[in-house]
């Protein structure tokens, strides 16, 4: 027998003890049925962009994962779900900053640092002001200008309260020096976008999409700033906040993909080596980027932990600073 042949044969002979060893265990291989993902928000929005192509590019690379949304207090109800769901890699979160960063410094139901297990961060977003075109306002400036000279006229939607959007939005409200802008809090993206649309709100803080670029291109909505330090390459024309003469206002939203704290380390790495050959497909790739979001791809659960301990040490003064409450 060649050296190579010998190889081969060795592995194999490996493998299928390391099987056979398993089961007399009583380890069964995952996953055995369908999987959950939880997406905290209604149809329609940012993570249901996201969560949804990665689902059914897990069915060749993991197995069946099927969608349910449970939207609600900013996204804290479907983490709370994830957060007390059964550590068998079987109910995964796809979470954002709003999960985790609110709570974080308001004491939500769930600890965002214990009580998950990281997977994988998959992608960054921007958030976007945008007005109605009745809104006498092509700029920032022009809009905080507006705020100050007709106090509590103005009112924004957001994805919820101790959303992204509400966290940016209070933000951008404490920066700008104008407090008197109502927050008007959703379950979703989709509710949202309409009530823009048909007047019923003015003004919204929300995560760039490229649904958002379409409605700003037909001149159904009007975007005056993005919070990411650089513009977006699926939408150049769209000035920074920092270019438009607000530089505090840096914010980068992030998706990612978190099981409940304690579940099986193989069962994380199996799904995070699915994850990482997902987005090294080229034309999955594509579509992210196309949809306006900047894909992660290296990330796993060490980098993934990290991540979210960076990003809550970095926001939790700002969140109690503006006396942002989970509800």
């Known amino acids: 027998m060649e050296r190579r042949d010998a190889l ?17 265990l009583g380890q069964s291989p995952y996953p055995e049925r369908p999987v959950k993902l939880i997406i905290p928000f209604a149809p329609g929005g940012l993570t249901d962009l996201v969560g949804r192509p990665w689902a059914d ?12 949304h449970q939207p609600g207090a900013g996204g804290a109800i479907g983490a709370t779900a994830v957060a007390r769901a059964a ?3 079987y109910t995964l979160l796809l979470g954002s ?29 921007a958030l976007v002001v945008a007005v109605h075109p009745a809104v ?17 006229k103005l009112s924004y939607g957001s994805g919820g309260i101790g959303s992204t959007g509400h966290l940016a939005g209070e933000l951008l ?15 979703g993206a989709g509710q949202m976008i309409t009530d823009l649309i048909s007047g019923q709100v003015p003004m919204l803080v929300i995560n760039f999409s490229g649904q958002v670029r379409d409605l700003h291109q037909a001149g159904k909505l009007r975007m005056l700033a993005v919070t990411t330090p650089n513009r977006i390459k699926i939408a150049p024309e769209v000035p920074t ?25 193989p069962i994380v790495d199996q799904i995070a080596q699915a994850t990482r050959t997902a987005m090294a497909d080229d034309e999955f790739r594509q579509t992210l980027i196309a949809l306006g ?32 409450k989970a509800e």
């Open 8 to 24: 081969t044969f060795g592995l194999a002979f490996i493998a299928a003890g390391a099987q056979i060893f398993g089961r007399a």
């Open 57 to 68: 590019k897990m069915k060749a690379l993991l197995g069946t994962v099927f969608v349910e």
């Open 87 to 89: 550590a068998d890699g």
């Open 97 to 125: 900053a709003s999960q985790f960063l609110i709570p974080a410094a308001a004491r939500g139901q769930y600890d965002p640092i214990k009580d998950f297990a990281p997977i994988s961060i998959l992608v960054g977003a």
């Open 136 to 152: 006498p306002a092509s700029s920032l400036q022009q809009l905080i200008d507006y705020a100050k000279a007709h106090p509590g």
């Open 173 to 187: 409200k404490s920066l700008a020096g104008t407090p008197d802008i109502v927050h008007v809090p959703y379950k």
């Open 241 to 265: 906040a920092a270019e438009a003469g607000l530089p505090g206002w840096v914010f980068e939203n992030f998706t990612g993909l978190f099981a409940p704290a304690g579940t099986p380390k």
């Open 293 to 324: 979001f900047e894909p992660y791809l290296a990330s796993g659960p060490d980098m993934a932990r990290r991540f979210i301990e960076e990003q809550v040490g970095r926001w939790a003064p700002v969140v109690k600073s503006l006396g942002l």
